[in-house]
């Protein structure tokens, strides 16, 4: 049994483990990072650290989330903070971790950061790997030119 | 060397207080490896240490211990009760002469040979001497490491959100004054609390210049070359991170200037240079900056040979390397892959060059510079922040967006709508002439996407690596020091930011990458060195320096600096009307002084001494004021004379002598000046209007000859009548006539035309002496 966060991203179910959440919480301002790629919705300020906050539906290849949205999950990765919007939060509990139903067949974002399924209460929830939605260092000068 | 020292006793302290317990197990039991490693280790670092720091008796005790300890490890040696016991001896010892060196007290040696001595095998054990302990100061000084401070640092920034927070809120309600002093209370002491925390990352720029004497000894040794080091301003302070990051390309530097830079002693005394070469390193702080400058005396920048090396490799067109600037062709040897030497050598050439050096001093808001003196030497200047993490930024609106940009990297601020600014559309991008200059004009919210709110008002004149550019924003909004750190991957990797900021305001910001909007934008510097070079020497005409002084009249003057010698006070007796003119006698000269107005009244008075290495003169003046730049555009003066024109100065016009004429009048006077005989009319007008022409020109005007002198030449009236001495044939006579106009075949020259007079005469005279 492993302790999992549970939240909704896009009108669905996923499941965090909670070794990658550093913390929970309700955004302020977001300050727009113009060039970047359009995953990355902005800057933001958690105390006196300065989160970088992803715009969890564009990561995933689907709707990017409404504007209104400002709940999201603090992870930090490589020594930066990303602040990973979600629609809202469940609960945390622990649950068995299952691996994806062979003949699943994901789509856009959700293939490369699904890493397998919890069974909560029968319903089946996607895990969900935060570092896959984090865009990497892959050049877009083109973007900008 | 003290910071040092410092350090060594705190860290040998540090690991012996951890040690002890090792020491109790090894005791114990000998025969455990893991304890013997860590006691090995101990005595191996205090011996490196030792001998880089000049500590004998320490290396000594130190390295016995680890013969024993590595023969011991190699299976040689049995860790019996005896060699133990002979080992913790010297551990203990050890510790006894470090508190010793902190306490700064001596301690008796006299033991140390037998403790020594004990090590042997089969040695009687020594009996342990009489613990000299007893002296131990208290430390003042702690270990920290970086991770430690940077939580200070960030709950610091934390501490001045909460007090804004704080601030703001308190604003809006009325509130009790009491209150209020309380919070200007808090916001002093975290203001000072915020200076301290920074204060904590500073250390001695000592750090990185004691390590210099021993490799440049051993460099200049390896290489045959005698070299002295000089270093100067050790106790300059930076930021700890700072000092790490200068490292490698302060010693790459030094290599370069003992491989390449300073000359084989032969050579030297060939080229009449003291055998000895000289290498100064010295820090200093210049506001907030500091500066590093590495000296040398050797043989500069070979240029042309760097210059065709990079033909050679490509990088420039031989007409590309023609049309460069000196200063240019000297900054080549920043470019990629170039060295002036032909083969790589084990010192400096390990495939790193100057761009790397350049790069990294670039990385960390630093800039380079060199200034070559073709075969007496080189200078280059490193400047950096003196904090890697605190950068003074001006903070822009564009876009309806707030972005930082690093104070260094901006030349200038110019508003849009001045008349000295001009922007015009170039094809589909455009250029903004700044007073003369045509720079790429990048617009910054058309760039980020950002909505545009039409033309932009201010230009940042952006000044890159490569060039300089002018950056299209909406608004300079404010300068702030800034905390910066590293964005995100996926921010950096938009290639237009340098890191991003928590401003006290609570929201984050961007420090904006001048470099990187640059090449985002697509603005490409390639052949900007030649082509900037010039625009730069059109922009900026050296000013030329003036003194400004004030005259014997009451009016301000100027006189370019060049011109001036000296300015001395001297006795107005020294000043006498003779031979014509004011003369001033001096330091057994004498020389022509000049003066508007009268000296009468005054004892002593300044004077400028005027010099054009050839001719000297004198200006009187009532008082020296200051040394100013002449502006490059001058009023001519209406008429020759010692005035070249007219500038203002502040608001004030001020008239700027002609050296010039000052010593073209005073133009050496022939020794024995030719003496011109004036046959005057009798209406004086000769003696009236000619002569102080003809004086002036170096003639010495008589009426009449005097006995035993043959004049020179002679002038006359074409009218007059001709009288005494015009009988003498032997002296040429020029004649003057009254009208303007001259009759065929007239030789007569008439009489105001000045300079036909002078040539005339002179002409008579020369003609004379050849027949």
Same mark, same amino acid.
């Given at each position: 049994?492993?302790?999992?966060?549970?939240?909704?991203?896009?009108?669905?179910?996923?499941?965090?483990?909670?070794?990658?959440?550093?913390?929970?919480?309700?955004?302020?301002?977001?300050?727009?990072?113009?060039?970047?790629?359009?995953?990355?919705?902005?800057l933001?300020?958690?105390?006196?650290?300065?989160?970088?906050?992803?715009?969890?539906?564009?990561?995933?290849?689907?709707?990017? *989330?409404?504007?209104?949205?400002r709940?999201a999950?603090? %992870?930090?990765?490589?020594?930066?903070h990303?602040?990973?919007?979600?629609?809202?939060?469940?609960?945390?509990?622990?649950?068995?971790?299952?691996?994806?139903?062979?003949g699943?067949?994901?789509?856009?974002?959700?293939?490369?950061?699904?890493?397998?399924?919890?069974?909560?209460?029968?319903?089946?929830?996607?895990?969900?790997?935060?570092?896959?939605?984090v865009p990497?260092?892959?050049?877009?000068?083109?973007? !900008?030119? | 060397?003290?910071?040092?020292?410092?350090?060594?006793?705190?860290?040998t302290?540090?690991?012996?207080e951890?040690?002890?317990?090792?020491?109790?197990?090894?005791?114990?039991?000998?025969a455990?490896?893991?304890?013997?490693?860590?006691?090995?280790?101990?005595?191996?670092?205090? &011996?490196?240490?030792?001998?880089?720091?000049?500590?004998?008796?320490?290396?000594?005790?130190?390295?016995? /211990?680890?013969?024993?300890?590595?023969?011991?490890?190699?299976?040689?040696?049995?860790?019996?009760?005896?060699?133990?016991?002979?080992?913790?001896?010297?551990?203990?010892?050890?510790?006894?002469?470090?508190?010793?060196?902190?306490?700064?007290?001596?301690?008796?040696?006299?033991?140390?040979?037998?403790l020594?001595?004990?090590?042997?095998?089969?040695?009687?054990? /020594?009996?342990?001497?009489?613990?000299? *302990?007893?002296?131990?100061?208290?430390?003042?000084?702690?270990?920290?490491?970086?991770?430690?401070?940077?939580?200070? *640092?960030?709950?610091?920034?934390?501490?001045?959100?909460?007090?804004?927070?704080?601030?703001?809120?308190?604003?809006?309600?009325?509130?009790?004054p009491?209150?209020?002093?309380?919070?200007?209370?808090l916001?002093?002491?975290?203001?000072?609390?915020r200076?301290?925390?920074?204060?904590?990352?500073?250390?001695?720029?000592?750090?990185?210049f004691?390590?210099?004497?021993?490799?440049?000894?051993?460099?200049?040794?390896?290489?045959?070359?005698?070299?002295?080091?000089?270093?100067e301003?050790?106790?300059?302070e930076l930021?700890?991170?700072m @000092?790490?990051?200068?490292?490698?390309?302060?010693?790459? @530097?030094i290599?370069?200037?003992?491989?390449?830079?300073?000359?084989a002693?032969?050579?030297?005394?060939?080229?009449? &240079?003291?055998?000895?070469?000289?290498l100064?390193?010295?820090?200093?702080?210049?506001?907030?900056?500091?500066?590093?400058?590495?000296?040398?005396?050797?043989?500069?920048?070979?240029?042309?040979?760097?210059?065709?090396?990079?033909v050679?490799?490509?990088?420039?067109?031989?007409a590309?390397?023609?049309?460069?600037?000196? !200063?240019?062709?000297?900054?080549?040897i920043?470019?990629?892959g170039?060295?002036?030497?032909? +083969?790589?050598?084990?010192?400096s050439?390990?495939?790193?060059?100057?761009d790397v050096?350049?790069?990294? @001093?670039?990385?960390?808001?630093g800039?380079?510079?060199? %200034?070559?003196?073709?075969?007496?030497?080189?200078?280059?200047?490193?400047?950096?922040?003196?904090?890697?993490s605190?950068?003074?930024?001006?903070?822009?609106?564009?876009g309806?967006?707030?972005? /930082?940009?690093?104070?260094?990297?901006?030349?200038?601020?110019?508003?849009a709508?001045?008349?000295?600014?001009?922007?015009?559309?170039?094809?589909?991008?455009?250029?903004?002439?700044?007073?003369?200059?045509?720079l790429?004009?990048?617009?910054?919210?058309?760039?980020?996407?950002?909505?545009?709110?039409?033309?932009?008002?201010?230009?940042a004149?952006?000044?890159?690596?490569?060039?300089s550019?002018?950056?299209?924003? =909406?608004?300079?909004?404010?300068?702030?020091?800034?905390? @910066?750190?590293p964005?995100?991957?996926?921010?950096?990797?938009?290639g237009?930011?340098a890191?991003?900021?928590?401003?006290?305001?609570g929201?984050? *910001?961007?420090?904006l =990458?001048?470099?990187g909007?640059?090449t985002?934008?697509?603005?490409?510097?390639?052949?900007?060195?030649?082509?900037?070079?010039?625009?730069?020497?059109?922009?900026?005409?050296?000013?030329v320096?003036?003194?400004?002084?004030?005259?014997?009249?009451?009016?301000?003057?100027?006189?370019?600096?060049?011109?001036?010698d000296?300015?001395? %006070?001297?006795?107005?007796?020294?000043?006498?009307?003779?031979?014509?003119?004011?003369?001033?006698? /001096?330091?057994?000269?004498?020389?022509?002084?000049y003066s508007?107005a009268?000296?009468?009244?005054?004892?002593?008075?300044?004077?400028l001494?005027? %010099?054009?290495?050839?001719?000297?003169?004198?200006?009187?003046?009532?008082e020296p004021?200051?040394?100013?730049?002449?502006?490059?555009?001058?009023?001519?003066?209406?008429?020759?004379?010692?005035i070249?024109?007219?500038?203002?100065?502040?608001?004030?016009?001020?008239?700027?002598?002609?050296?010039?004429?000052?010593?073209?009048?005073?133009?050496?006077e022939?020794?024995?000046?030719?003496?011109?005989? +004036?046959?005057?009319?009798?209406?004086?007008?000769?003696?009236?209007?000619?002569?102080p022409?003809?004086?002036?020109?170096?003639?010495?005007?008589?009426?009449?000859?005097?006995a035993?002198?043959?004049?020179?030449?002679?002038?006359?009236?074409?009218?007059?009548?001709?009288?005494?001495?015009?009988n003498?044939?032997?002296?040429?006579?020029?004649?003057?006539?009254?009208?303007?106009?001259a009759?065929?075949?007239?030789?007569t020259?008439?009489?105001y035309?000045?300079?036909?007079l002078?040539a005339?005469?002179?002409?008579t005279?020369?003609?004379?002496?050849?027949?």
């Amino acid at each position: 049994m492993e302790l999992y966060l549970i939240a909704h991203i896009a009108g669905r179910g996923v499941a965090i483990p909670t070794e990658q959440v550093d913390s929970v919480v309700d955004l302020g301002d977001v300050v727009a990072v113009p060039c970047a790629v359009s995953s990355v919705r902005g800057l933001s300020a958690l105390r006196s650290r300065v989160l970088t906050v992803i715009d969890t539906g564009t990561a995933l290849g689907i709707e990017p *989330m409404p504007d209104s949205c400002r709940r999201a999950v603090i %992870t930090r990765i490589d020594g930066h903070h990303y602040a990973v919007l979600v629609d809202s939060l469940d609960d945390v509990a622990r649950y068995e971790p299952l691996s994806l139903s062979s003949g699943l067949s994901l789509q856009h974002g959700w293939a490369s950061a699904g890493r397998g399924l919890v069974d909560r209460d029968g319903d089946p929830l996607l895990v969900l790997d935060l570092a896959a939605l984090v865009p990497g260092t892959h050049k877009i000068s083109a973007a !900008a030119a | 060397m003290d910071d040092l020292l410092q350090e060594f006793v705190a860290e040998t302290r540090e690991t012996l207080e951890a040690l002890a317990g090792e020491i109790v197990a090894w005791e114990a039991q000998p025969a455990d490896r893991a304890r013997l490693d860590a006691i090995f280790r101990f005595v191996h670092t205090v &011996k490196g240490s030792c001998g880089f720091l000049d500590l004998p008796r320490l290396a000594r005790l130190s390295h016995a /211990a680890e013969d024993v300890l590595a023969a011991v490890r190699d299976g040689q040696r049995i860790p019996d009760t005896a060699l133990v016991n002979a080992v913790l001896a010297i551990v203990d010892r050890i510790g006894e002469i470090v508190e010793a060196i902190d306490a700064g007290v001596s301690l008796d040696d006299t033991s140390e040979d037998l403790l020594i001595a004990a090590l042997a095998e089969n040695a009687a054990p /020594a009996s342990a001497p009489a613990s000299a *302990m007893g002296h131990r100061a208290p430390a003042r000084s702690v270990r920290l490491n970086v991770e430690l401070l940077d939580r200070m *640092m960030s709950g610091m920034s934390d501490i001045v959100l909460a007090r804004n927070e704080l601030a703001r809120r308190l604003r809006d309600d009325d509130v009790d004054p009491r209150v209020e002093a309380a919070l200007e209370r808090l916001s002093g002491t975290v203001a000072e609390m915020r200076d301290t925390v920074t204060r904590t990352r500073m250390q001695k720029i000592d750090a990185l210049f004691s390590a210099l004497p021993r490799m440049v000894r051993d460099t200049a040794a390896e290489l045959g070359k005698a070299v002295a080091l000089t270093l100067e301003g050790s106790d300059v302070e930076l930021d700890r991170e700072m @000092i790490e990051m200068m490292r490698d390309p302060l010693v790459h @530097i030094i290599r370069n200037a003992l491989d390449h830079g300073i000359e084989a002693p032969s050579v030297r005394r060939s080229a009449g &240079k003291r055998e000895t070469g000289r290498l100064t390193v010295s820090a200093r702080q210049s506001g907030n900056q500091i500066l590093v400058e590495i000296a040398d005396d050797g043989a500069g920048i070979d240029v042309a040979r760097v210059a065709a090396k990079a033909v050679k490799m490509g990088l420039y067109s031989a007409a590309d390397v023609d049309a460069m600037s000196q !200063a240019a062709r000297e900054e080549l040897i920043f470019a990629a892959g170039l060295s002036s030497k032909d +083969l790589a050598s084990s010192i400096s050439g390990r495939g790193v060059g100057m761009d790397v050096v350049r790069a990294n @001093i670039e990385q960390i808001g630093g800039r380079i510079s060199l %200034t070559s003196r073709p075969g007496r030497g080189l200078v280059i200047t490193i400047q950096v922040p003196l904090t890697l993490s605190i950068m003074p930024t001006i903070v822009i609106g564009a876009g309806g967006q707030r972005f /930082a940009l690093s104070r260094a990297s901006i030349d200038e601020i110019v508003t849009a709508r001045g008349d000295t600014v001009r922007i015009d559309a170039v094809g589909d991008s455009a250029i903004a002439t700044v007073r003369g200059e045509r720079l790429p004009l990048v617009r910054l919210s058309a760039l980020l996407g950002l909505p545009q709110t039409g033309e932009p008002g201010t230009l940042a004149i952006v000044g890159t690596r490569d060039g300089s550019y002018a950056l299209g924003i =909406d608004a300079v909004l404010d300068t702030e020091e800034l905390v @910066i750190k590293p964005a995100a991957p996926a921010v950096m990797a938009t290639g237009l930011y340098a890191g991003q900021s928590l401003p006290d305001s609570g929201l984050p *910001m961007l420090l904006l =990458d001048g470099a990187g909007v640059a090449t985002v934008a697509g603005l490409r510097f390639d052949r900007a060195i030649g082509a900037d070079e010039q625009a730069d020497t059109e922009a900026a005409i050296p000013a030329v320096p003036a003194l400004l002084f004030e005259d014997l009249d009451g009016q301000r003057r100027a006189v370019p600096l060049a011109a001036v010698d000296r300015v001395e %006070t001297v006795e107005a007796s020294s000043i006498r009307h003779v031979g014509g003119r004011l003369r001033l006698s /001096a330091d057994g000269v004498i020389v022509p002084l000049y003066s508007v107005a009268t000296l009468e009244g005054r004892a002593s008075l300044p004077v400028l001494r005027l %010099t054009d290495r050839e001719t000297d003169v004198a200006y009187a003046i009532a008082e020296p004021l200051d040394i100013v730049d002449l502006p490059t555009t001058m009023a001519c003066a209406n008429g020759a004379g010692t005035i070249a024109g007219v500038v203002l100065i502040g608001e004030e016009p001020v008239e700027v002598l002609d050296p010039l004429a000052l010593f073209a009048q005073a133009e050496p006077e022939p020794a024995d000046p030719a003496l011109c005989l +004036l046959h005057d009319d009798g209406t004086g007008w000769m003696d009236q209007f000619l002569r102080p022409t003809l004086e002036a020109a170096g003639y010495r005007c008589v009426a009449a000859a005097p006995a035993g002198q043959r004049p020179a030449i002679a002038l006359s009236l074409a009218s007059g009548e001709r009288g005494a001495g015009a009988n003498d044939p032997g002296v040429p006579v020029v004649r003057l006539r009254r009208e303007r106009a001259a009759a065929r075949e007239d030789t007569t020259v008439y009489r105001y035309d000045r300079a036909a007079l002078l040539a005339a005469m002179a002409d008579t005279i020369a003609t004379r002496r050849i027949g």
